[in-house]
């Protein structure tokens, strides 16, 4: 018997947007373990990036970081050149990058809106539409949504819930669309996740913990082994669709 493990993404090429730090941190990791290379974008943490791209080297993967703007049209186009250069290709776009403001929305500064629309919706659109010039047919785009694109289980989030609403339905409708290639497009819908952006011990847990079936914040390697889970062989059909990562906070 042959007990030699496969490597299910051995050979494959990854661009994880948003990914210095946290969940997107986690999935470049997770993704490099099963056999991938992966370049990374991030905005501002740069030496957080570079370390990331360095441990994924030296599990024996090609890695590189990319400083870019996530709603930059420009930047977008650019970030999906530099990954097909540098790596060979690109089968798996995963779109992590993302902002979250909350606060109530009558009184919530326009700017902070503005850039949950444009990092979070447009980013995603200018991303995935400059690697679906390169991604082969069996390829994979895998968006990270949200609980709060399903149901909005408190207040001060309505802006946030809206833009991941938005994932939703351009992932059905694009899922229609890539179909006949057998591109499939997926969203992984993360709960309360432990991150600098939502923090176990932050303002927003109060509200959080009361509503969740397992009663803890989740880990980002949780969300990261549901990605890889999308990207593998096994998942080749399904599409439209996605999963929850969310201690039952939708239960």
């Known amino acids: 018997m042959n007990n030699i493990p496969t490597i299910a993404l051995a050979g494959k090429r990854a661009l994880v947007t948003g990914a210095a730090r946290g969940i997107g941190a986690a999935i470049a990791l997770k993704l490099a373990e099963d056999g991938a290379d992966v370049a990374i974008t991030y905005e501002k943490s740069a030496e957080k ?3 990331l791209a360095a441990e994924i080297r030296a599990m024996g993967r090609n890695a590189i970081a990319i400083q870019a703007d996530a709603a930059n049209t420009e930047a977008a186009a650019a970030t999906v050149e530099q990954t097909v250069v540098e790596l ?3 089968d798996i776009l995963v779109n992590n990058a993302g902002v979250l403001f909350a606060g109530d929305f009558p009184t919530q500064p326009l700017e902070e809106i503005d850039l949950q629309l444009n990092v979070n919706v447009r980013g995603v659109f200018l991303i995935t539409q400059a690697a679906l010039k390169h991604i082969p047919n069996g390829g994979r785009i ?3 949504g ?3 694109g399903l149901s909005v289980p408190f207040t001060g989030i309505a802006v946030y819930a809206a833009t991941k609403s938005a994932l939703e339905s351009f992932t059905r409708g ?3 669309e890539l179909g006949p290639r057998e591109i499939s497009v997926t969203l992984v819908r993360p709960g309360p996740i432990d991150t600098d952006m939502n923090p176990a011990d932050g303002a927003l847990a ?3 913990l009361p509503s969740l079936s397992i009663a803890r914040y989740g880990r980002t390697r949780e969300v990261a082994e549901a990605v890889a ?3 593998g062989p096994g998942a080749g059909y399904i599409t439209g669709s996605g999963i929850l990562v969310d201690g039952g906070i939708s239960a």
């Open 49 to 51: 990036a570079e370390a």
């Open 88 to 90: 060979g290709g690109l």
């Open 142 to 144: 895998i968006s990270i």
């Open 146 to 148: 949200s609980n709060a």
């Open 174 to 176: 694009l899922a229609r």
């Open 206 to 208: 109060p509200a959080i």
């Open 229 to 231: 889970f999308l990207a």
